[in-house]
C-alpha cells in the first residue's frame, strides 16, 4: 500500500510537459535536426537537386511548429490544475485518486499505460487521454516497484 499527496505547481507542470513530449517527440526531434543539417549541407553544395534543401528544410520547419504547437497546447491544459492538491492511493487490487478535479477508485485494471520519464510517471486511465502526472520525488525505490508490479500483475492485454 502506498499512499501520497502532492500539489500541481508551474514548475512541476513545466518540467512534466517537457518530458512527456521528449518521451513522445524526442526521436522525430532529433531526425528533424538531422534533416535540417542534410539541407543545409545541400544548400552550401553546388548540388544540383539545390532546390530540396529548401524542401527539406519548410517539412523539417513545419514538424518542428507542430511539435511545438502540441507543447504549448498541453502547456496550457495542464495549467489549468495548478495548485490543486492530489491524493493517491496505490493497493493491491485498486488505486484511489482524490482531488479537486475527480474522486474515484478503479481496479488496477483500468489503468490501460503507465510510463516513467526521469522525474515522472504518467498514469493514464481508461476513457481519458490525458495522464495523470505524478511526480517520482514523492516515492521510495519500493514504493515505485511496487505500483510497477501492480501494474504489470493487473495489465489486461490490449
Known sequence: ????????SSPIIRKAVWESTWLTYGG????LIVLLLIAVFIAIG???????SGFIAGIAFTYLLL???QFLSASRKVKAYEG?????????????????IMSS???WTSVTRLQFTRSFMFLTLVGSAQPILVPLNIFSADDIQFIK??????????
Open 67 to 69: 511539435i511545438l504547437r
Open 105 to 107: 477508485s478503479l481496479p
Open 46 to 52: 553546388e548540388h544540383p537537386l539545390l532546390w530540396m
Open 149 to 158: 508490479n501492480q501494474y504489470a500483475t493487473n495489465k489486461i492485454p490490449r
Open 1 to 8: 500500500m502506498v499512499e501520497r499527496t502532492y500539489t500541481y
Open 28 to 31: 522525430l526531434l532529433l531526425g
Open 84 to 100: 490543486v492538491e492530489i491524493q493517491l492511493g496505490f493497493y493491491e487490487r485498486s488505486i484511489a485518486i482524490n482531488s479537486l
